[in-house]
C-alpha cells in the first residue's frame, strides 16, 4: 500500500485495527486525533502516560496530528488532507459526522475519487442506527453470549473483543475492494460496515444451519459447536484439544486407543454427529487415561490434530511463532517493543511494522508543514 494516504478518524479497536494492518502494508496513515486523544491510550498499562499497551499495538506505523473539529482552524486543516488523501475512514456515527461537515458528501465534493469508510456500530438504514455500541453489547445482540451458554451453562463473553476484531478485519476487505475498483475505473465510492451486521454474518455462518431454510427444520445452531462435553479433555496431568472427528481419524484413533469401540454406533460421521455430545463424553473419559505428552506424541503420529493449551504469555516464546519471525521488536521513545507482526506472507511485497505509535499530536508540526510544501508547489 505504499503511496497510499489513509485520513483516520477512528477511535478504539475496530478502525484503527483496520488501519493499523494498512500502515504494516506501507499505507501513509494520518490519525487525527481530538485534543485529548484516542480513548484507548488510556484502556490499560503502559510504561508512559496515555501509550497503553492496546493503543501502541493497533496504531503502530502512524502519524498523529490533533485537530479540534469543533473550530473552524481544524476543520479547514482536514479539508486540505482530504484533498490528496486515498481513503477517508471514520468511526462517528452518522449524525455526528455530518454534524461536523464531513459526511461523504461533503467529502467526497473535495476529493470525488476518495474512498469513504464508514465504522458503524449499526448501519444506518436501521432503526437501532443511533445506538452506542462496543464489543460487549454488539456480542450480546449477534448471539455469542447464548451459544457460549448452550456450552458452559452460563451466559458469557468471549474472552477477546472479537467483534471489533472481527469488524476491523471487515472494514479492511471493504476498503480494500473499493480500492481495487478504483483502480480499475478511477471511481471513489462511500462504503459502510456495521459491527452489528458483520458479527451477524459472521455467527451464522455455521448457525444459521436448520434455521437457514424456509420453513427452518430447526433451530439456529451448529451443534457440535455448542455440544457441553466441547471442551479441552483434562489429561492425567493436565489439558490437551484433540479433534477426534472425521471418518479417517477416528478409525485410527479406534485402532491404537479403543479397538471395542470398531463396530459401535459411532462408526460413521454421520452417526456421530448425530450424538455429539455423547462422543465428546465418552473422548473425555479416555482421555484421563494418558498424560497430556502421551497423547501428543500418539495423536500427532497417527495424523489426529491435537495441541497442548497454552496461554497468552506462552505466545511470546513459541517455538513456531519465533521460527517464522512472527514478532518484531521496534525501538520507541520508551524502550523496546515487540509487537505481534504481520500475520501474512507476501513473496514480492511483505508487510511489516513501520515504527512505533505515535504520542498523542506527535506529527501534528510535520503534516502541516507537508501541507504547505504541498500548497506552495501549486
Not at 454488539?138 to 473483543?161: H, K
Not at 521488536?329 to 512505533?356: I, N, Q, Y
Request: aromatic share 8%; hydrophobic share 40%.
Amino acid at each position: 500500500m505504499s503511496g497510499v494516504t489513509v485520513v483516520d478518524l477512528t477511535s478504539m479497536v475496530m478502525g484503527p485495527y483496520s488501519t493499523q494492518i494498512m500502515a504494516d502494508m506501507g499505507a501513509n496513515v494520518i490519525k487525527i486525533e481530538p485534543p485529548a486523544g484516542d480513548p484507548t491510550r488510556f484502556v490499560s498499562v503502559g510504561v508512559e502516560p496515555a501509550m497503553s499497551g492496546v493503543f501502541i499495538n493497533v496504531n503502530r506505523g502512524k502519524r498523529s496530528i490533533t485537530l479540534d473539529l469543533r473550530e473552524e482552524e481544524g476543520k479547514a486543516t482536514l479539508r486540505k488532507l482530504i484533498e490528496t488523501a486515498d481513503v477517508f475512514i471514520h468511526s462517528m456515527r452518522a449524525k455526528a459526522i455530518a454534524k461536523l461537515g464531513f459526511c461523504y458528501d461533503n467529502v467526497s465534493a473535495i476529493n470525488p475519487s476518495i474512498i469513504y469508510t464508514n465504522c458503524y456500530g449499526y448501519g444506518r438504514n436501521g432503526p437501532d442506527a443511533d445506538l452506542p455500541a462496543y464489543d460487549d453489547t454488539i456480542q450480546a445482540e449477534c448471539g455469542l453470549p447464548a451459544v457460549q451458554q448452550l456450552l458452559t451453562g452460563e451466559a458469557n463473553y468471549i474472552g477477546t473483543i472479537m467483534a471489533d476484531k472481527v469488524a476491523g478485519l471487515t472494514v479492511l476487505y471493504a476498503t480494500m475492494m473499493a480500492l481495487f475498483h478504483r483502480e480499475r475505473t478511477g471511481e471513489g465510492q462511500e462504503v459502510e460496515v456495521g459491527m452489528f451486521e458483520t458479527m451477524a454474518s459472521f455467527m451464522l455462518v455455521e448457525h444459521a444451519n436448520q434455521a437457514i431454510f424456509d420453513p427452518p427444520i430447526g433451530p439456529a445452531h451448529y451443534h457440535r459447536a455448542v455440544a457441553p462435553n466441547r471442551r479441552p479433555y483434562e489429561t492425567k496431568d493436565g489439558h490437551i484439544s484433540a479433534l477426534v472427528y472425521n471418518d479417517k481419524h477416528w478409525s485410527l484413533f479406534v485402532d491404537a486407543v479403543k479397538p471395542d469401540w470398531a463396530s459401535d454406533e459411532f462408526t460413521t460421521l454421520e452417526q456421530r454427529a448425530r450424538q455429539i455430545n455423547k462422543v465428546y463424553g465418552l473422548l473425555g473419559e479416555t482421555f484421563k487415561e494418558r498424560t497430556t505428552q502421551e497423547w501428543l506424541d500418539l495423536l500427532r503420529k497417527l495424523g489426529i490434530p491435537a495441541a497442548p493449551l497454552r496461554t497468552p504469555d506462552e505466545l511470546f516464546d513459541n517455538p513456531h511463532l519465533n521460527a517464522v519471525g512472527f514478532f518484531e521488536t521496534v525501538e520507541t521513545p520508551a524502550g523496546k517493543v515487540r509487537f505481534p507482526g504481520v500475520p501474512t506472507w507476501f513473496s514480492e511485497t511483505p508487510g511489516r511494522v513501520h515504527g512505533p505509535a505515535p504520542g498523542l499530536g506527535d506529527h501534528t508540526q510535520q503534516i502541516l508543514d507537508e501541507l504547505e510544501q504541498a500548497s506552495d508547489a501549486l
